[in-house]
């Protein structure tokens, strides 16, 4: 996935509509209808959106006789995990070389002194 792709997906999903309609697809497969109907907007919003959401790769559509039913790419989910979980490692990473450090800090710092601290 390239970082435009990425881009995309994570604007895609900026909406919270978008977000709704992610969340319910999550359970399964659903049509246009099906997904427009717990909203107070047309049809046609809700396809706008389900567009953002095609664009982006998040989602996709299958024909199955006459249904168009909208369906999740889980493949993208799995990059977008991959690309967080770098950054999170990171973060973590850096959070274990603080704690060392202060680890190391405290060791250093005399007996009497920690007392002190502890009394105040």
Request: net charge neutral.
């Amino acid at each position: 996935m390239t970082d435009d792709q990425l881009s995309r997906v994570f604007a895609a999903l900026a909406d919270p509509t978008r977000r709704s309609i992610v969340t319910r697809l999550a359970v399964g497969d659903a049509t246009v209808n099906e997904l427009a109907a717990p909203y107070d907007v047309s049809v046609q919003a809700v396809s706008k959106h389900l567009k953002v959401l095609e664009d982006a790769g998040v989602v996709g559509r299958s024909r199955d006789g006459q249904r168009r039913p909208c369906h999740l790419k889980a493949e993208v989910f799995d990059l977008m995990t991959k690309w967080i979980e770098r950054y999170r490692q990171q973060a973590e990473e850096r959070y274990q070389r603080l704690d060392a450090v202060l680890e190391q800090m405290n060791a250093a710092e005399p007996d009497h002194q920690r007392r002190e601290g502890q009394a105040s």
